[in-house]
């Protein structure tokens, strides 16, 4: 479980929520719809896919997940996705046009209207800032 998870579940223990609860198997489960969206980023993540890996429908996984992460399934797609390009544009061996189809965006465009809805800046600016952080 990666921090951002990790601080899920601490928030959700914090409101006192009863759905910070989570008994092993659910908490397994969670940690296996996690781990897929990680490793298959540059893929189509639709909530019937995601539903897949729990056996729940689709419409009972999305109430599922938002109980137990939170947040709805497909907030932790983009989430992941934009933390995802964050780091490839500190790695800065990628364009962004290949680091939004890595990051399963079907654009550069795609990709620089959701990276600003979700850090106030487009990928562009994060990336002269990223660059200034580096050289201090």
Known sequence: M?????NIWRDRKKRGSSSARVVPDEAAQL???????RENLD???RVQRLAEITGLSASCFARWFRRHAGIPPHAYVTRTRIERAK?????????LAQIALAVGFSSQACL???FRQYTGMTPAQF???SRKTKDE
């Open 112 to 114: 620089n209207v959701t």
């Open 31 to 37: 940690q296996r719809v996690f781990d897929y969206v």
């Open 127 to 129: 990336c002269q800032r």
């Open 43 to 45: 893929r189509d993540l």
């Open 2 to 6: 990666n921090d951002r998870e990790q």
């Open 87 to 95: 780091e490839l544009i500190r790695n800065g061996k990628l364009s």
